[in-house]
């Protein structure tokens, strides 16, 4: 049975806190081509940015400091926290990607790095963003490639075997636990076909100009366990606008 986002991290937050700050998660799988990938689709900064899903706000960080002037939402109180104390001049709120506190047309960009595929309500979610967009704005948003939440890898070493063993079609939720010592995490996520992700799109007047799977180097790629994602897409990047 699945919970909500937002129960789940008033539980996982501070565990997730932990992770994070030992160095164990990086929030991203792969930041010497995700988040530089990324970040070459921006639009250049002009006016207002919206982060969803910024958890402790490492990456509305980043936006910050190359001169996005970015503010960041999550449904996690005790993530918001972390992320003011962190960044004391930035603008950190508690909200629901589903249901945005803010007025129509009030973003020149929004901005989802790795957090869409967390949202429960992604139709609601994409449909709010649309609203909150100026209508020359952009929303841009990676996520897990979708083949890759179809599957699992299989296999020890360089070697690995990526097997696909459900339907690629079929939403479906995915749960993922990590321990380091006495703390344990549980993370929820969702794996949704990319037809699910373009018609959340359409449904709000929201058209792609660019879709983009990076893919590291061999020397980027690790050695071991992952490897393999030099081989088979790991991350999808999209760019949309309101639709002429």
Do not use: K
């Amino acid at each position: 049975m699945t919970v909500s986002q937002r129960e789940l991290w008033e539980v996982e937050a501070r565990n997730w806190l932990h992770f994070v700050r030992t160095g164990r998660l990086s929030g991203e799988r792969h930041p010497a081509f995700n988040q530089p990938h990324f970040l070459m689709l921006l639009p250049p900064p002009a006016g207002p940015v919206l982060e969803i899903g910024c958890g402790e706000g490492r990456f509305t960080r980043v936006l910050r400091a190359v001169g996005y002037d970015a503010s960041g939402i999550d449904v996690a109180a005790e993530l918001v926290r972390a992320a003011e104390r962190a960044d004391p001049r930035g603008r950190y709120l508690v909200a629901d990607a589903a249901a945005l506190p803010f007025a129509d047309a009030s973003f020149d960009l929004v901005v989802a790095f790795m957090s869409l595929h967390h949202v429960d309500e992604l139709e609601r979610a994409v449909a709010e963003v649309a609203r909150v967009l100026t209508p020359a704005g952009r929303f841009c948003f990676a996520i897990p490639h979708p083949l890759s939440t179809a599957g699992r890898l299989v296999g020890p070493g360089s070697g690995t075997t990526f097997a696909v063993d459900e339907s690629y079609f079929e939403t479906r939720p995915i749960v993922v636990s990590e321990h380091d010592e006495d703390v344990s995490l549980t993370i929820q996520s969702w794996h949704r076909p990319l037809t699910v992700y373009t018609s959340a799109l359409e449904r709000a007047g929201l058209a792609l100009e660019v879709l983009r799977e990076p893919r590291p180097s061999a020397e980027q790629a690790d050695a071991e366990r992952e490897s393999i994602w030099h081989r088979i897409p790991h991350v999808l990047h999209g760019r949309a606008a309101h639709a002429a």
